[in-house]
């Protein structure tokens, strides 16, 4: 009972609880009931708000459908050009959303129109260039139009293709972009085309390169627009160096024929812009910048004509003919030399037979008027020389001796005055091209343009002048040589006059004759070598040249040892000499001649052997050859050249060890398989002059042993009975 009590008990409490919540929520209910119906109320007015709203809407859209009416009856006689355009066009937001596009733009996609729209432009643009689409997007807040450029675009399902491009900007009222309106141009054509010539091109320039003549391309402008390789070659620039040059550009050195500067208006290209007629064979010289050699060419410039007739470009073409002018100035040269060659034989020959008639008198005549006479007459009529004169001193006074071809003549000359003053006075020549330049000239009569004038020598005293004048053609160097190489015959005449002279007035001048030969030999000696390297300057060719000089040089050596020994032996009366002057004097002179080397040393210890005048001419023979064989050959093998010579007599016997510092005798001249002309030279003096005994060694350099009798005592070799010696003969 209790058990269904408390039962009962709780039910009626749960049933209480649950009454309790429904009177809450029925009293909630209650409160949304009064809620709602106000919303009602408020929606109901909002209802008829919006009818309001709804119904003016209503006309709105009316407008509306009635403009876009006129506006696409206005659009439409534009829309058909838009769509058949040859060019794509497209219109898009401002992030390259396509919001229109016409009919070639579908076509340039592949996509219909209607595909395009709201289709982003990057899909069709390569992915290299997609960053500059970005950029060119980014930068449409500062420019109105993007230029015309370049982009790979690629259509659906299509090969990509090159297009140009151009953007322009559309702005509204406030400069806010409104549409991005853009222009495409399928180019691959153009590229094609573009291709093409290119390649064109480099096929004609291969072919031009192929050309053997230099071409030259001129605008209208003149700028050089073409050029092939040849051309560069010849005128020694590049093509970059050429290209857009023009004719006045100070790049060019032009010349002419004669190798003077040649103006700009006579450049073939100018010469052809000014006629508009072609240029044919003309000569033109180029100095080349890079290396400064000159090329010689021949120009060939052509003309292209416009339809006006006007020159719209030249065509210059250059061939190299610079071998063909070094053969022609060959050709010239070796005419002109040849030509020189006749003159200069005809006048050697006329030379050669004016001294053999000088020499004929000098010879055969003594008396002095004479030989003055004789001596004039021939310088006048050998060599047609039109005015000659010859002045002797007399105190302060030079007086006329003889003339020829003077209408009006200067008897007396003061020393003091005049060229034939000044040459006694200085004792040296004058070679006067000019009458008009030396004030001290003396015009003997009207019309001389020309003087040589030459001292006469009397005894080491300038004694007189020989002079000789022209009115037309100027006297040369060869002129002032031959009146030397006279003067010096004269010179001896002179003094052989003056000691016929005294010999005939007082044979006690016999001493001073003697002495006067003596000079006159010398002078004869130098004459001899004068004339010998004068005539070295007719000989054409390198080699024959080397050989005329080196024989000449050795002859020049062995005459310079004669003379050098012929001063000695004057100076000492012909009495016995010292083999160490001899040597050192013959030595210094072969030096003279062959070498002027600073590096070279004699050493010539003191001796007081001696040997006669008739022993000393071989002697100076032999010691000139040597030293001159050690100048040639030791000399240049060494830095520093030293020679040495010892002399000693013993038991009635000379002796002389010579030794140089080179490279020694060859083999084949110790075992006498060999010999040159010199040591053979030497070997016929020692045994057929000295009639003594040779030995050569060598010893840190060539070692010459010479051994022969003092004077009075048995000679090593008995008397030569065969071939006379090369002084005279056998003694």
């Known amino acids: 009972m209790d058990v269904e009590n408390g039962l009962r008990a709780h039910e009626q409490g749960r049933l209480g609880e649950e009454n309790l919540r429904l009177s809450q929520a029925l009293q909630s209910s209650r409160d949304a009931l009064a809620e709602c119906s106000a919303q009602l109320q408020q929606t109901q007015a909002a209802n008829a708000e919006l009818s309001l709203a709804l119904e003016d809407l209503r006309q709105k859209n009316n407008e509306l459908v009635a403009a876009q009416q006129r506006s696409e009856a206005a659009r439409q006689p534009y829309e058909m050009p838009f769509d058949l355009a040859p060019d794509g066009y497209l219109v898009t937001d401002r992030d390259g959303l396509i919001r229109g596009a016409n009919l070639s733009a579908a076509r340039l996609f592949n996509l219909p129109r209607e595909t395009l729209v709201n289709t982003p432009l990057a899909m069709f643009v390569s992915p290299e260039e997609q960053p500059d689409l970005g950029t060119w997007l980014m930068r449409l807040g500062r420019l109105d139009q993007i230029p015309i450029t370049e982009m790979v675009v690629r259509p659906r399902d299509g090969v990509p293709f090159p297009a140009a491009v151009s953007l322009l900007v559309e702005r509204d009222a406030h400069q806010q972009i409104v549409n991005l309106r853009w222009l495409l141009r399928d180019i691959s054509r153009v590229k094609q085309i573009e291709a093409e010539l290119r390649n064109s091109a480099e096929h004609y320039q291969l072919l031009v390169d192929r050309l053997p003549a230099g071409v030259l391309v001129h605008a209208a402008d003149r700028r050089i627009v073409l050029s092939n390789l040849k051309a560069s070659q010849l005128l020694g620039l590049s093509r970059e160096q050429m290209e857009g040059k023009t004719a006045a550009d100070p790049i060019w050195q032009f010349l002419r024929e004669d190798s003077s500067p040649m103006r700009i208006e006579e450049y073939p290209a100018e010469r052809v812009f000014a006629t508009g007629q072609a240029v044919s064979y003309q000569l033109v010289g180029i100095r080349r910048q890079t290396t400064g050699d000159l090329v010689w060419m021949l120009a060939h ?17 250059l061939t190299d003919i610079s071998r063909r002018k070094q053969v022609e100035a060959a050709l010239q040269r070796s005419e002109t030399q040849y030509r020189e060659l006749y003159r200069s034989a005809q006048r050697q020959a006329r030379e050669i037979a004016l001294l053999d008639r000088v020499g004929l008198v000098v010879a055969s005549e003594l008396e002095l008027p004479v030989v003055i006479h004789k001596v004039v007459e021939a310088i006048a009529e050998t060599f047609g020389y039109a005015l000659v004169s010859l002045y002797l001193r007399q105190g302060e006074v030079l007086r006329l001796q003889h003339q020829v071809g003077y209408d009006s003549v200067i008897a007396e000359i ?18 006067l091209k000019d009458t008009h330049t030396d004030p001290d000239f003396l015009e003997a009569m009207p019309g001389i343009i020309s003087e040589v004038c030459v001292p006469l020598f009397d005894r080491d005293q300038a004694v007189g002048a020989l002079n000789v004048e022209a009115k037309e053609a100027a006297l040369t160097e060869a002129d002032l040589q031959l009146l030397v190489t006279l003067g010096e015959q004269v010179g001896i005449a002179l003094g052989r006059a003056r000691l016929y002279t005294q010999v005939r007035e007082d044979a006690a001048t016999k001493a001073v004759l003697l002495h006067e030969v003596n000079h006159r030999v010398k002078n004869n000696l130098s004459a001899i070598i004068g004339l010998l390297q004068l005539q070295e300057d007719y000989v054409q060719g390198e080699a024959a040249q080397a050989a005329y000089h080196t024989l000449v040089g050795e002859l020049v050596s ?25 040597a050192e004097r013959i030595i210094e002179a072969a030096g003279a001649v062959v070498s002027r080397h600073p590096d070279i040393t004699v050493e010539i210890p003191p001796s007081p052997v001696q040997v006669t005048a008739k022993q000393a001419g071989p002697l100076a023979l032999i010691i000139n050859e040597l030293a001159t064989n050690s100048f040639k050959h030791a000399l240049p093998t060494t830095a520093a050249l030293h020679l040495s010579l010892h002399i000693r007599q013993e038991a009635g016997q000379i002796e002389l060890e010579y030794h140089d510092n080179g490279p020694g005798f060859p083999p084949a001249v110790l075992r006498e398989e060999r010999q040159g002309a010199g040591l053979h030279v030497v070997k016929l003096l ?39 010696s090369i002084l005279g003969p056998p003694t």
Request: proline share 8%; net charge positive.
């Open 301 to 317: 410039a052509y003309p292209d004509l416009d339809e006006q007739g006007q020159v719209q470009r030249t065509v210059v073409m």
């Open 686 to 724: 020692t045994r057929y002059d000295l009639r003594g005994k040779l030995h050569l060694s060598n010893r840190q350099g060539a070692v010459v042993h010479l051994r022969f009798g003092a004077a009075g005592h048995e000679a090593l070799v008995p008397a030569p009975t065969g071939p006379l």
């Open 414 to 431: 003061p020393v003091s005055k005049g060229i034939l003053g000044k040459v006694v006075r200085t004792w040296k020549p004058v070679l």
């Open 558 to 582: 062995r005459i310079q040892s004669l003379a050098t020994l012929h001063d000695l032996l004057s100076a000492n009366a012909w009495a016995p000499i010292p083999v160490c002057d001899l």
